[in-house]
């Protein structure tokens, strides 16, 4: 069965980093070049994050997601080399479109600052097992209901894509047309949605009744079956990544101030 | 020791006239394995929801009288405090996968961690529950990429592994071949010799005759027969309560052979009186 997951199984260092940690890497590589505010910083994260998804192998996986940004990227550039409100330095024209050096270098920051983003974030997604992080966060004190709610959306919405498939061959052995045209698609896709939603809402009922059942709101304190992720410095790459997106916005203020 | 004491037991779901459960009264000795049969709506899933909390603390509705799970009043406790003494198993396997876990023995162990049990513990019961259902080689698999038999299976590995001291089982093998029904059967078999109480629907009378101490039959929500399968089978109104018996039983009736005062419900009982011999 296909799992929303986009996790890489891989030996990695990146993969024995705890997902606690990961997320304070986002936190730093996202806070750092947005207060900043600065080319060569965006770049240097940027680089660091793409840097991070090399060493935990999963660089090329990470591609295919960037690909799919590629064409907001270009979009973005464009818009600002053609009309950044800053623009005033003609660096070259085409066809009597002027491109202009600042909108070009704040379109190079905002897409490194895109790029930085995603990377951090894809550190997290493809050398993370959904599990493994749900826990984690339970563990550090999140509501296990929450967690479970992330979890099951990983497993039951494919599922549910998957049931979707058993309905629309149910009723083209009927002999409703689902091929074809999007009007003709559409026209089927709508006798679709009673059967899915009143199944979806029986599953929600039952399932409830089957967690209720294993004891999901008892009172004690949960235990887990997968021991935690155990990254001997945890603690000093939190405090650095803390360190480092403290010491941005400080850097920041005290520019600003004077 | 009495495990399950029902008593004047009285249900009516929401916006509805008739009675789903009405005046049930009956009890269950500890490690007793007992047979649910009767008609379709007849209150026998009623009866399993009953008996584990589900009723009245799920479905709301009209609720009477006394249900005891090993020494529980149910009305006052809530499902998950229920579900540490008496364990239930529904029809549809696909609705009891959590959908949470990404391996079968995660999820067998979900209940586990749920009670806070330590590591080792789960993974004692998690390997025993496993091996008892006959699915410790699909551990690894994702829940959902199992057959509808191995993940009925694994809902009753999940449940056994809580160790509850009750297990309600409604329609477990529906989705099973015999194979997998009869391992159900032996893997209650096991757990009733060791002290687990069972309570088992089920519409295989052949397999409920085998290994059942004692038949329910139930039927318009009462209670119409409560005895051994000898007793329940030998009866001449079988088909006015909806029920069937036993293939075997079926043939020593045609041929009026009895085994003492019952006709015999097994294969082994209708041998013995037919004198066949191996």
């Not at chain 1, 979806?200 to 709101?217: G, Q």
């Not at chain 2, 139930?218 to 409560?226: E, L, N």
């Amino acid at each position: 069965m296909k799992s929303l997951s986009l996790y890489v199984e891989r030996d990695s260092f990146i993969h024995r980093v705890d997902p606690i940690t990961k997320l304070f890497y986002i936190f730093a590589a996202i806070i750092v070049p947005f207060v900043m505010k600065d080319l060569t910083v965006s770049i240097v994260c940027a680089a660091v994050s793409l840097i991070l998804l090399a060493v935990g192998k999963v660089l090329r996986n990470a591609i295919t997601v960037f690909a799919c940004l590629f064409l907001i990227m270009i979009t973005i550039f464009l818009i600002q080399a053609l009309a950044n409100i800053n623009n005033a330095t003609v660096v070259f024209s085409i066809s009597g479109i002027h491109f202009y050096a600042e909108g070009m270098i704040n379109g190079v920051k905002i897409i490194m600052r895109m790029t930085d983003m995603v990377a951090a974030f894809l550190i997290l997604i493809l050398t993370t097992k959904p599990s493994d992080l749900v826990e984690d966060l339970i563990r550090a004190g999140f509501s296990p209901r929450i967690g479970y709610v992330i979890m099951s959306i990983f497993q039951i919405v494919p599922h549910m894509a998957g049931a979707i498939d058993v309905i629309t061959d149910a009723q083209r052995a009927r002999g409703v047309e689902t091929k074809g045209s999007l009007p003709v698609r559409i026209k089927a896709f709508l006798p679709l949605l009673g059967p899915v939603v009143l199944n979806s809402f029986m599953n929600t009922k039952e399932r409830a009744m089957a967690l209720e059942v294993r004891a999901f709101d008892a009172k004690n304190k949960k235990s887990f079956l997968n021991e935690a992720v155990n990254f001997r410095h945890a603690m000093a790459y939190r405090v650095l990544f803390v360190l480092l997106a403290v010491s941005a916005v400080a850097w920041r203020a005290g520019g600003v101030l004077l | 020791m009495k495990k399950v004491i029902v008593e004047n037991l009285k249900y009516r779901y929401p916006a509805m006239k008739q009675l789903a459960l009405d005046e049930i009264s009956f009890e269950v000795e500890e490690g007793e394995k007992i047979g649910v049969i009767g008609r379709n709506s007849s209150g026998k899933s009623t009866l399993c929801q009953a008996l584990v909390g589900l009723t009245p603390h799920f479905y709301k509705g009209t609720y009477g009288g006394r249900v005891i799970v090993d020494g529980l009043e149910i009305k006052h406790a809530t499902v998950s405090e229920a579900a540490l003494k008496v364990g239930i198993v529904f029809q549809n396997p696909f609705t009891q996968v959590t959908g949470a876990k990404l391996t079968v023995y995660e999820e067998v162990a979900f209940g586990l961690e749920n009670m806070g049990l330590s590591r080792a513990e789960m993974i004692e019961k998690v390997d025993r529950a496993l091996h008892l259902l006959n699915i410790y080689p699909f551990r690894n698999q994702n829940p959902f990429s199992l057959s509808g038999g191995q993940m009925q299976r694994m809902a009753i590995a999940g449940i056994i592994a809580m160790r509850p001291s009750i297990i309600v089982l409604d329609e477990p093998t529906s989705q099973l071949d015999p194979q997998g029904t009869e391992e159900v059967f032996s893997a209650m078999d096991e757990l009733s010799a060791e002290g687990m109480t069972v309570v088992i629907v089920e519409h295989k009378m052949e397999k409920v005759a085998q290994y059942c101490d004692k038949i329910l039959v139930m039927k318009d929500g009462k209670r119409a027969a409560f005895d051994t399968p000898a007793k329940v089978f030998s009866r001449d109104d079988l088909s006015e309560l909806g029920v069937c018996a036993p293939v075997y039983t079926n043939i020593c009736k045609a041929l009026g052979k009895k085994e003492g005062a019952y006709y015999p419900v097994t294969l082994a009982g209708a041998a013995r009186v037919l004198g066949a011999r191996r």
